[in-house]
């Protein structure tokens, strides 16, 4: 999976602030509960993207999962869940600011910005 510059600079942060956890990281998860979006540490919300019929959640978490991928991002730190992980390797994930402030995630074939 490719990380723009942009989603690179909004998870780091995200998950790069002084006083927390080292290990607080941005998860992706894949599957039928995922899509509902979730609140992240300190108020952001990570919106739900979607993809050849894929749905995606974007959390902030303080560790990963037992068997997610951990990516390097800057100052910060991906966690793929494993069904993200295994998943096509040419997708982009890009991230923008919503007008009301919010991040938002997006998981796709082409950059939202």
Not at 25 to 37: D, P, Q, V
Not at 43 to 54: H, I, K, L, V, Y
Request: proline share 4%.
């Amino acid at each position: 999976m490719l990380v723009t510059d942009t989603a690179a600079e909004l998870i780091d942060e995200l998950t790069d602030r002084p006083g927390v956890v080292q290990s607080l990281g941005l998860r992706i998860t894949a599957g039928a509960g995922a899509g509902a979006g979730a609140d992240g540490d300190g108020g952001e919300q990570a919106d739900a993207g979607r993809t050849d019929g894929a749905q995606f959640a974007f959390a902030v978490t303080d560790c990963p999962g037992p068997l997610d991928e951990v990516l390097p991002v800057r100052g910060g730190r991906l966690y793929l869940d494993a069904a993200v992980a295994d998943g096509p390797t040419d997708k982009i994930l890009d991230a923008r600011r919503s007008d009301d402030g919010q991040i938002v995630f997006h998981i796709g074939g082409e950059r939202i910005g």
